[in-house]
């Protein structure tokens, strides 16, 4: 059996790619802050943002999953002024340098990297720093995979949840974006670690383009929500400013917005 570290683990993505790897009959270990106890799976306590257990967590491994992630916005369910100006780097950037220099001493023969689709044409502030993260990765001696993917459903669904308390809704009519299922996105980041190291991957997206009104419209009906939604066209330098969200042409799942809500 090989023995896998999956950061990120106890996450929306990471969660689901720790249980596949279990079925698929890997051994795992996790890097989390806060120790959980689990029969399957050993989680070494451990910050990315400190180094704290970063050594502990990567030595003895085959391979990295790295699906950890610091996103100011996503973790308070709204965006800021701020998060257009800045976004803290440690543990995209520094928690990611320091990752794979351990790596790199442990012998470690595969590094994959969850990324973003359009982070290198992106200037929002976190998704710069997911880029620099991607230029760490490919510059790495480790073997690495780099496995894209576009927003998810449940991160759409918590921006929504606290929109809910405003009765009047902002909703770009031509920012366009392809949102998908941490849930169906996790057997291609397994698949993909069984390839073997493959450098950048195919994105991965959901089945639908979706522009901003309709991701809020859908919403609204799957929650029985009936607040005011102005649409209005975002002018071109503000839609080129995020970087694109689309992936037409990689993996694709199946589940529509509308079916993800209805479940959840
Ligand atoms: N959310 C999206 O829409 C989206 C879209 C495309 C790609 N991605 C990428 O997919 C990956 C997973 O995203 P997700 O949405 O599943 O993430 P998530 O649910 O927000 O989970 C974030 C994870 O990062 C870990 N983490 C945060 N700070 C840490 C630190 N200082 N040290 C160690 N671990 C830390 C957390 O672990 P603990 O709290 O247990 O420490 C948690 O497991 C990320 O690389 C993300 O950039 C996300």
Redo the contacts with the bound molecule.
Sequence with gaps: MDEVLV?????????DVVRLLLERGDRVR?????P?AGADVR?VE?????GR?IREAVSGVRAIV??????PA??RGHFLPVDFVTSPP???VH?TRQLLDEAQRAGVEHFL?????GVQQSKVPYLRR?AE?ENIVRSAAVPWTIV?????????ARFHDHMRKQRLWIAPSNLRMQ??D?AE?APYVVESLGTGPAGDRPC?AGPEVLSQADIARQYQAARDVHHRILEFPLPGFAIGAGGPQTCTDGRLGTTTWAQWLAKH
């Design positions: 950061t990120g683990g106890s996450g929306h993505l990471g969660t996790v890097l989390s802050r806060t959980r989680t451990g910050d990315l943002a400190t257990g790295h699906a950890a992630t610091l996103s996503a973790r440690d543990v995209d928690g990297h969850v990324s973003i689709v997911k993260a894209p993917a576009t927003p998810f459903y449940w991160l759409l949102p998908g941490s996105f991965f």
